[in-house]
């Protein structure tokens, strides 16, 4: 089964400064895309960045890029010149066509900001 | 860009009534769409996946008798919580799209007292 795992629960970046965020993840596909989403406190989610595993250039989005390390599983969020509005819960997630395209969810990581 | 207004955004219902809570794509058609619960504290899990014009697939553990959904169009999808518990109160959010591009209603927070 396909699962995804988030092992930092929390997380404190000081404001201006650059913050990591780890997933791992677990399939046996080779084709599936990664995502990362914000869900500030209005619950809204929202998209900072996707990945397809077939592309082996890391996405970028602005301040937010990934390390995808696809023969470890592994793909990790950084986020640069950290702002106080990056304080939200983040969740990384898995999709795969051949598992129905539905997003499986890691437990999420609450990043907070500090100023 | 794809927008997906989901409604309402809050409801409060007593213990044993239902409630219906309506997703709906506004600029775009797309066949599948899927249902996801997030508890306090807890990260989103999925309850159901919905393709129009056929019974929706549910996941292990959720009661299809008691969230019934509706896959009325390529637009329109809703879900109904029936016999509503205490239990049930938790945080709804729909997914709609095609391909890969899916974008999520604004969810809808249920508190059944």
């Known amino acids: 089964a396909q699962t995804v795992t988030q092992s930092q629960p929390e997380m404190s970046v000081q404001e201006a400064e650059t913050v990591t965020l780890s997933c791992t993840y677990d399939?046996?596909?080779?084709?599936?895309?990664l995502f990362w989403y914000k869900q500030p406190p209005s619950r809204q989610m929202i998209l900072v960045i996707r990945?397809?595993?077939?592309?082996?250039q890391n996405a970028t989005e602005n301040r937010f890029s990934v390390n995808f390390q696809k023969a470890a599983k592994s793909f990790s969020l950084k986020i640069s010149d950290s702002q106080l509005g990056d304080a939200a819960m983040y969740f990384c997630?898995?999709?795969?066509?051949?598992?129905?395209?539905?997003?499986?969810f890691g437990a999420g990581t609450i990043l907070r900001v500090k100023s | 860009g794809a927008v997906v207004s989901q409604h309402p955004s809050r409801v409060i219902c007593k213990s044993g009534t239902s409630v219906k809570i309506e997703c709906r794509s506004l600029?775009?058609?797309?066949?599948?769409m899927f249902w996801y619960r997030q508890f306090p504290k807890q990260s989103l899990m999925l309850m159901a996946t919905?393709?129009?014009?056929?019974?929706?697939?549910?996941e292990q553990g959720v009661e299809k008798d008691k969230f019934l959904i509706n896959h009325a169009s390529l637009t329109l999808s809703t879900l109904t919580v029936t016999s509503a518990h205490p239990e049930d109160s938790s945080f709804y959010i729909c997914?709609?799209?095609?391909?890969?591009?899916?974008?999520f209603g604004s969810g809808t927070r249920l508190t059944v007292v």
């Open positions: 399939t046996s596909e080779s084709d599936y895309y």
């Open positions: 997914e709609w799209g095609v391909n890969y591009g899916y974008t």
């Open positions: 990945q397809e595993a077939y592309k082996q």
């Open positions: 600029d775009f058609q797309a066949t599948t």
């Open positions: 919905s393709n129009e014009g056929s019974k929706a697939t549910y």
């Open positions: 997630a898995y999709r795969a066509l051949e598992y129905g395209n539905k997003l499986v």
